[in-house]
């Protein structure tokens, strides 16, 4: 029986490390999600300043 118990609790203690490291994983994929959208609206936003720079001088012309 105590062969079982600690074949048991040699898997519990692989399935809790399996738990923990997907944990990571998905803070790590929102932490990446997140910068990637902030990316994305600095890059729109920057081009969409450029294009209204680009609007007013080619309007002063």
Known sequence: ??????????????LNRIHDLLNEIIDTHKKMQSLLSESIIKSQTERGLQEIENFLQSEGK
Request: glycine content about 0%; cysteine-free.
């Open 1 to 14: 029986m105590s062969d079982s118990n600690s074949w048991t609790d040699a898997q519990h203690e692989k």
